[in-house]
């Protein structure tokens, strides 16, 4: 280790960004993974002590999930029921240590495929809030991921903020995981859905994102402009359609085959769907 | 603002409460909560297994929640509260989790049981009284691959309800008593000594540095530079440092290096080691290490190897095949030309990672002329042996001192860190330890073979098998480990628990540049056993009759004659078991079948279908053929106690507490008379290894042997009568019979070098024939058998599965303690759920505990244990083993059960959801 910084304040996490390239360290899930078998040998930067930046607010037009707010955090915050999703993903990442650790931002920063909490924080659209001495500027979060282990974050800059726009009380969200075991598992592909109704059951709007079936996740816009305007119940599943997911280009790994990928995330966003409608069906 | 370069290593205070008692410790604010609760504090109670968060053994409290203490900067700790497990017990009262987790049986080898607890007391601090989904969800984070989960679960309850006492059977009741683990105090408080929980001050730290190829050549160069940069680093060790650069299982095939010579033959093979101070050793970049490497093409698959023979892994087998595996009885053409029907079909397997969560760990010290090395090892006779011949000294100038094992099922029954660490000791002359990393100890150690499989079986028109013939290949990757012994289990094993009077069965070990394959659970049978199970289940289908019914016609029995030839005398219960599935197995079928009925509505490849599937299987308990036999001692001690010198390692199976059971039967005494030695190599004799499901059987009658002269001993020691009562208060030996009571007086006594008074020992070594050429003769004592029934429910868009529960029966002889015997067969069900459903390991790409996977809490289902007693009658009270058998019909029972669900055959483990949808594609889409 070189330096090993623990600001309490912002700007001095902002001065020390900007001094010269660190490590970013929150929860440690993914910092100490990366560096098994050896002593950490760089500059740290532990964000930890910035209170300000934990917990989640309602604000105008949006809620603010804080940079330090944990999965745990999320899953014991009082948010409107549209927000399952984020909550489904929350139970999956890694064990309850890791959701006591880890944090929301951090899963983006991290920028994996597999992220279990990017799905259903594209499919709301949600947006980020980046702070550098320089400055604050927020941009969705589907620019903000570029690619596999790729952000938009620039090397002064921290993720402050994970800002989720509010979707109507009529709005209902899932999220469905596929793995090859019950806990601890990385996805072989993941769906998060978000549905929102007018008062006579058309959908109004909604956002469909898929996980771990392309470098990074995706929404599926042509689904959710098929969908937009139908009425939404029970069979709405065999609304999809395979040219609904061509935008995908899943890999094989150790995880599963691209062919089974492409199958599977098929069913899988037909069933978030079905699952929905019939939510709402009562 | 960054701090100045010049503060490089230098250790901030971080004061926290710990355990309740506020602490200020000098650390790298960095550093990982594990390292600093160990290295610094002395509290080893905290395991790391991983170091990624993949397994959670360093699970522990901060305010109240838990987290892995490798993932935690000891910097956020400051002001905080921090509980471990050394924190639960109030002195020697132990909590309630920790007395349910002894009461239940939930501790096997206790790795995780640390984990494990943390997460469960944050749960009840929350729930006091949760359902077990909630259980399963606040435990999920934490691995553990001995006990199946089902027993953890059943103490957290149970904890929650009160239910905690603990059974302490009277004397002369012990065998067939619930009695808890003996070793069990010390694994439920942290106090437990693993391979990297002793070390002597300033020992120095070895790193191996290892090859990323599959295949190379390499140069080390010049070290000098990386000496003199790093000050810290004491010494570089290389192949040239190591006296007999040789070792193996087999007295005749020592091909594997301890650090390789210019030439690596699977990726993970140690090349050479840096040792020095700790952190020195662990900040030098694998960058900066002299080594070059020239790639060549890898053999990693069974065809590569057999055709490429121009350069052979090892010039004594050209061909690449270290050995070939044969049995062959009757006329096997023939009987099959004739059969009324011939099942046949080809099954592949994977490489399986042991997967324990203890990684391989210790330290080495040279002690004058002698060696002194402590370890985790399944067989610290072999170590002494192999320690000796690499380091060219006598055998009795090395002394093994076993550690507490976290688990091992076959893997560390090769030396794997033993000899680097006495190689630096040696040359050094000083303390040396190590700890393998997570990748490194998937990597670098032994897996279980995949196979490449065909056989055909044939039956007559009544159902009875008349032949079968099975051909396997094992990938036995770089060096021969325990390759030998697979080949030579499997052919024995490949008819399967049946009376065949036609068997071939050949099987070939193949070099290639695969990882080690070595001995894992079983010996190459759970692969072989996929293979006659499918075809029982088709032949059963072809005859018209029930699949159960058709195994009970067809079980072999005692009086019958093995593929071997060897005809059984007794306790063979294959039979029985399937008599008591019987009526759960119909029960299956039919609900199966009904649901599967409504469930075609929805349309084929849609929705879920369920079925129940059967699988039986039979184990050689022991070595094959070769000499098996287990030296036991017992003392009486001048304080009254009896010392029990056990040279059989517990790697969590529970022999520490069923021998004693046997031991405490054998005198008359309460077990808590005993205290006990395991595996030291200097004070026990040697019970060979832990490995073959021997020690119950082997050992267990070695024990009793000894138990029984020890108390003759006492008895005329005493002046008594052959039935007197024993007992022993502090110092004194009361014998009581029908003359009255007999006291001696026992601080007076002249002792023995060792310190007894009395002192006995039990020898046993079980009978077998060698093998012929055609593979006849005896090659076991015993046997055990067992059949399991799994019923699942098959997603078939997804291709998942979904286990309901399964029910396993196992004639086990005489169960010494159920309990211990129930966690065998929980811990093999999920083992053998991984080798069916996930597990698969990868060079380069799983070698890591979360792209390998392993069974968590939420995919191991109810399972239901029936204990067979046919009492074997070489056997400590009629006991055989269970070890192995409990993991070998499950992943054939699992592929039944899919096949029974969706009439799809699967013919590779693991079947996992993209193959298992595949298969549904191909045969019904």
Not at chain 1, 30 to 38: Q, S
Not at chain 2, 190 to 202: I, N, S
Not at chain 2, 558 to 570: C, D, F, I, P, S
Request: a neutral charge.
């Amino acid at each position: 280790m070189r330096s090993y910084h623990r600001p309490t304040v912002l700007d001095d996490a902002l001065r020390a960004r900007a001094a010269g390239p660190c490590a970013v360290l929150a929860g440690g899930t993914d910092f100490y993974p990366a560096r098994v078998g050896r002593t950490i040998e760089e500059d740290v930067l532990d964000i930890t002590a910035l209170t300000e930046l934990r917990g989640v607010r309602e604000e105008a037009g949006h809620f603010r999930i804080g940079a330090l707010t944990t999965w745990t955090d999320l899953l014991e915050a009082t948010l409107p029921a549209w927000f399952t999703a984020v909550k489904l993903a929350a139970r999956e990442v890694g064990g309850i240590q890791i959701q006591n650790a880890g944090t929301v931002a951090g899963n983006l920063c991290n920028a994996s495929p597999a992220a279990d909490g990017v799905p259903p924080l594209l499919a709301f659209d949600a947006r980020v809030e980046l702070h550098s001495v320089r400055g604050t500027r927020t941009l969705p979060l589907r620019e903000f991921i570029q690619g596999n282990r790729k952000t938009a974050c620039a090397a002064d800059e921290l993720l402050t903020a994970v800002l989720v726009p509010k979707w109507g009380d009529r709005a209902r969200s899932t999220f469905l995981k596929l793995g090859a075991r019950k806990y601890l598992v990385i996805s072989i592909a993941m769906v998060a859905a978000v549905v929102e109704t007018d008062a006579q059951s058309v959908i109004a709007r909604c956002g469909i994102a898929v996980g771990a079936c392309s470098a990074a996740a995706q929404r599926l816009h042509a689904i959710e402009a098929a969908l937009v305007g139908r009425t939404f119940a029970p069979g709405i599943g065999a609304a999809v359609r395979p040219e609904h997911l061509a935008s995908l280009a899943p890999i094989t790994d150790v995880r599963a085959t691209a062919a089974y990928r492409a199958d599977a995330v098929g069913t899988l966003v037909a069933r978030a769907l079905e699952e929905l409608a019939r939510e709402q069906a009562g | 603002m960054n701090k100045p370069a010049e503060l490089e290593g230098r250790a901030a205070q971080i004061s926290f409460m710990l355990n309740g008692v506020p602490r200020r410790v000098a650390a790298r604010p960095s550093d990982r909560l594990s390292d600093v609760l160990r290295e610094s504090l002395g509290l080893t109670g905290t395991k790391v297994g991983c170091n990624a968060g993949d397994c959670g053994a360093c699970t522990v409290l901060v305010d109240g929640r838990q987290v892995c203490a490798c993932l935690t900067a000891v910097a956020q700790v400051e002001g905080r509260t921090v509980q471990t497990v050394e924190g639960l017990a109030r002195g020697t009262r132990l909590d309630r989790l920790q007395q349910a987790f002894l009461a239940h049986g939930a501790a096997q080898c206790g790795i995780c049981t640390p984990g494990m607890l943390m997460a469960a007391t944050s749960l009840l601090a929350r729930n006091a009284h949760p359902r077990e989904e909630e259980v399963l969800d606040a435990l999920g984070g934490v691995l553990c691959r001995c006990t199946g989960y089902r027993k953890i679960v059943e103490a957290v309850l149970a904890a929650a309800r009160g239910d905690v006492a603990l059974v302490q059977p009277d004397a002369g009741a012990a065998v067939g008593a619930r009695a808890p683990k003996t070793d069990g105090p010390t694994k439920v408080t942290g106090a437990e000594r693993y391979g990297a929980d002793r070390w002597p001050e300033g020992a120095l730290w070895l790193r191996p540095i290892r090859s990323p190829h599959e295949k190379a050549r390499f140069e080390i160069g010049d070290l000098a530079p990386l000496r003199a940069r790093y000050p810290g680093l004491v010494d570089v060790v290389t192949a040239r440092d190591v006296p007999v650069n040789g070792f193996g299982i087999f007295p005749d095939v020592k091909d594997q290096p301890v650090l390789a010579e210019g030439r690596v033959r699977f990726r993970g093979e140690a090349v050479l080691c840096l040792v020095g101070e700790m952190s020195e050793v662990l900040r030098i970049p694998e960058s900066e290490i002299p080594v070059r490497w020239t790639p060549e093409t890898p053999q990693t698959e069974i065809e590569d190897a057999l055709e490429h023979t121009a350069d052979p892994l090892h010039a004594r087998n050209p061909d690449n095949v270290l050995i070939r595996g044969r049995v062959a009885k009757g006329d096997v053409e023939r009987a099959l030309a004739t059969a009324a029907q011939v099942a046949e079909g080809e099954f592949t397997t994977s490489f399986v990672e042991h997967a324990y969560i203890e990684p391989e760990a210790g330290f080495a010290e040279r002690v004058g002329d002698r060696i002194r090395i402590f370890a985790c090892t399944q067989t610290p006779y072999m170590d002494r042996e192999e320690v000796a011949r690499i380091l060219g000294i006598k055998d009795t100038q090395v002394h093994i001192v076993p550690s507490a094992v976290g688990g091992g099922f076959g893997g560390k029954l090769d030396i794997s860190i033993q000899p680097l660490l006495a190689v630096a000791a040696w040359k050094l002359n000083c303390a040396v330890r190590g700890a393998y990393t997570r990748p490194e100890s998937m990597t670098s150690t032994t897996k279980r073979h995949p196979a490449q499989m065909k056989a055909r079986f044939g039956c007559d028109r009544d159902g009875r098998l008349v032949a079968a013939d099975f051909a396997g290949d094992f990938n036995t990757g770089a060096y021969a480990s325990w390759g030998n012994t697979v080949a030579n289990r499997v052919p024995i094993h490949a008819s399967g628990p049946y009376y065949v009077p036609n068997v071939r069965a050949l099987t070939r070990a193949v070099y290639t540049n695969g990882p080690v394959a070595g001995a894992f659970r079983g010996f190459g049978v759970p692969q072989s056993t996929i293979v006659h199970e499918a075809l029982l289940d088709e032949l059963a289908e072809w005859a018209g009759i029930d699949k159960l019914e058709f195994r009970h016609r067809n079980a072999i029995r005692a009086g019958q004659a093995t593929a071997t030839g060897q005809v059984l005398k007794a306790s063979a219960g294959l039979a029985q078991c399937l008599d008591a599935l019987r009526p759960r197995w119909k029960r299956a079928v039919l609900g199966a079948e009904a649901f599967n009925h409504r469930a075609e509505a929805a349309g084929r490849l849609k929705g879920v279908r369920r079925g129940a599937g059967l699988a039986c299987m039979w184990y050689g308990i022991g070595n094959t053929v070769i000499a098996n036999p287990s030296t036991m001692r017992a003392g009486l001690r001048p304080d009254g106690r009896i010392l029990f010198y056990n040279g059989a390692v517990d790697i969590g199976q529970g022999s520490n507490t069923i021998l004693a059971q046997v031991l405490a039967d054998a005198l008359g005494l309460p077990m808590a008379a005993i205290d006990s030695v395991m595996g030291d190599t200097d004070l026990t004799a040697d019970a060979g290894k832990t490995s073959a499901s021997r020690q119950a059987f082997v050992s267990g009658n070695a024990t009793r042997l000894a138990g029984a002269e020890l108390r003759r001993k006492m008895i005329a020691l005493a002046e008594a009568r052959p039935d007197a009562r024993l007992r022993l208060e502090s110092g004194t030996l009361i014998a009581t019979d029908a003359d009255g009571e007999h006291r001696v007086d026992l601080a007076e006594l002249p002792r023995d070098p060792r310190g007894d008074v009395l002192s006995a020992e039990g020898h046993f070594n079980p009978p077998t024939v060698p093998l012929d050429q055609d593979g006849q003769g005896v090659p076991y004592a015993t046997y055990g058998f067992a059949a399991q029934m799994a019923e699942v429910e098959v997603d078939l868009e997804l291709g998942t599965v979904k286990l309901a529960r399964i029910v396993a029966a196992h004639d086990v002889g005489r169960a010494i303690n159920p309990t211990q015997v129930e966690g065998q067969i929980h811990g093999g069900i999920a083992q053998g759920i991984g080798l069916a459903l996930m597990e698969e390991f990868h060079a380069g790409r799983t070698e890591n505990l979360h792209d390998y996977l392993i069974p968590t809490f939420g995919d191991v289902p109810p399972i239901e244990v029936i204990l067979v007693e046919d009492p074997e009658p070489l056997g400590p009270h009629g006991a055989k083993g269970v070890g192995e058998p409990a993991l070998i019909p499950t992943a054939p029972a699992i592929f039944n059960a899919i096949h029974h669900a969706t009439r799809v055959r699967l013919r590779h483990a693991p079947a996992t959801p993209d193959r298992i949808r595949a298969a549904l594609l191909m045969t019904l889409g």
